[in-house]
């Protein structure tokens, strides 16, 4: 059974694993294959017109099936990978060892933003940056450089509290946990960490840096958590809505999967700590 | 008659072409009317919709730390039905309106800002020189 674990606590042997397995998707090109996917659909929902993989309650659903499908593509490489989560309420400063060179890298140089350390670097000569929004092809970040500070603890609890799943509209102006942990109302959870790394991670391509599924994984154990928290809430809508995904419609690209089929993750994987 | 309708056609493209140098900006070549509705967009007849659709920015054209950068509506709805088009030396920057009005753009996805200028101005910090990739 795959343990998904706070990557504060992987050895150096777990990184090494999940670093190479990494560096092999890339080489075989299945890697570019799932920022195209992220691309294409962060640049298709809209809030008035379908909307499926953002800004629309099968944001987490969605999210947690492509997770499944990316860890499952690093455990072809090398079974013994899991994909690890990123509390980033805890390890919140660009000296956390997350971004240390046996790892992730550090932030990019300031005049171009390159990430020069770590096996993400463009000069290690294994992570081209290939399916991009402009000329750069190198890895590039700004850890915390617009000012910004990453959410609280505090800030989570107050999301985690909210008892409702989602509201209509369904997209970037509800109300409810959905939302506010997207980002796009209220204290802005996953929205602002995106923000927060900079580089491609504040793009469309942002899976182009592996952090985005160490950010997302995050996020995945914030929905499990608040499941927790509110055993008597569930996803919403649960039928009829045209534009967005209700709990039993077929989500693109998949279109086998229904958010249903996600709502318990331990099916799939557990993590390392109770949500 | 068809002379006439042609050479008013010509000399439309023309000014569109010598404005904007593409025909997503056609629509500025023409008398001010009602937004056109963007295809497949379903903003203002959606019963989900959040109830209103936010007013059409103005065209803008101006230079912004050495990069040409230019907005206006569109007449085809731009890339997925955006409605509004916005270009950085020419290039094609996706940009997309959220429901309560603000702005985002495919380079800074996940920060909102208050108009397509703004938005623009942001990529072009972001892009330090870079080029724009054209759309897929």
């Known amino acids: ?275 | 008659m068809s002379q006439l309708s042609r050479r008013r056609a010509l000399g439309a493209s023309a000014t569109a072409l010598a404005g904007l140098a593409l025909t997503g900006f056609a629509r500025t070549a023409e008398p001010s009317g009602p937004p056109a509705a963007g295809h497949g967009n379903g903003e203002a007849h959606s019963p989900e919709g959040s109830g209103h659709t936010p007013a059409q920015p103005k065209p803008f054209d101006e230079s912004f730390k050495g990069r040409r950068i230019q907005g206006a509506p569109s007449h085809h709805g731009g890339h997925h039905g955006a409605g509004y088009s916005v270009r950085i030396d020419g290039e094609e920057l996706h940009v997309m309106q959220n429901a309560d009005g603000t702005w985002i753009s495919v380079i800074n996805h996940y920060e909102t800002f208050t108009s397509p200028r703004a938005v623009a101005r942001a990529a072009v910090v972001e892009l330090q020189g870079s080029q724009l990739e054209p759309l897929l």
């Not at chain 1, 020069?116 to 402009?134: L, N």
């Not at chain 1, 990453?150 to 369904?170: F, G, I």
């Open chain 1, 1 to 275: 059974m795959t343990v998904r674990k706070n990557q504060a606590n992987l050895t150096p042997a777990e990184k090494r694993r999940f670093v190479d397995a990494l560096l092999e998707l890339k080489r075989s090109g299945r890697y570019d294959t799932f920022v195209t996917t992220h691309n294409a659909f962060i640049m298709s929902d809209t809030d008035n017109g379908d909307r499926v993989g953002h800004r629309s309650p099968s944001f987490l659903p969605w999210h947690r099936r492509f997770l499944i499908q990316f860890e499952q593509a690093l455990q072809a490489v090398n079974p013994d990978v899991a994909l690890p989560y990123w509390d980033w309420t805890v390890d919140r400063s660009p000296t956390s060892s997350l971004w240390a060179a046996d790892f992730l890298g550090g932030t990019g140089r300031s005049r171009d933003g390159q990430v020069s350390d770590g096996a993400f670097a463009v000069t290690a000569g294994k992570w081209p940056v290939s399916v991009r929004v402009d000329g750069r092809g190198f890895l590039r970040r700004a850890l915390g450089s617009g000012g910004q500070q990453l959410p609280t603890r505090a800030e989570v609890d107050s999301v985690l509290a909210m008892p409702t799943y989602d509201t209509a509209p369904w997209n970037s102006a509800s109300d409810g946990f959905r939302n506010h942990l997207e980002g796009w109302r209220g204290l802005n959870l996953h929205n602002r960490v995106h923000v927060w790394v900079g580089g491609q991670m504040a793009t469309g391509v942002s899976p182009n840096d592996p952090v985005f599924w160490l950010h997302h994984a995050f996020i995945d154990r914030l929905w499990a958590q608040w499941q927790a928290r509110h055993p008597g809430s569930t996803y919403l809508p649960a039928a009829g809505t045209p534009n967005v995904v209700n709990l039993n419609d077929v989500m693109r690209p998949w279109n086998d999967v229904t958010p249903a089929d996600m709502l318990d993750h331990t099916r799939h994987y557990t993590y390392d700590t109770a949500a």
